[in-house]
């Protein structure tokens, strides 16, 4: 028998999903925090720090489509450079 979790009298929430939950929430704000340092470290000058940073905060929020693509699109315009050059080379 699975066990679930009462959010309310209509909603149920498994047990199993939590977790899952907790992690994208982390990571999203591990991302907002990569963000922040990217938009600061290109104000004072630094813009290859920020694109890694910027870089580093795409790839935690992946599964967020929009977050991802607006992280992408911020080291392209620093990086000048198409977004599948950003992997290594093989």
Request: glycine share 6%.
């Amino acid at each position: 028998m699975k066990t679930a979790v009462k959010l309310d009298g209509h909603s149920q929430l498994k047990a199993p999903c939590l977790p899952w939950l907790i992690m994208g929430a982390f990571r999203s704000a591990v991302a907002m925090r990569y963000c922040l340092a990217a938009q600061r470290d290109e104000k004072n000058g630094f813009p290859f720090t920020a694109a890694l940073e910027w870089r580093k905060a795409a790839e935690l929020v992946g599964p967020i489509g929009p977050m991802a693509d607006r992280c992408w699109i911020e080291w392209e315009r620093i990086m000048h450079l198409p977004r599948h050059l950003a992997g290594p080379i093989v």
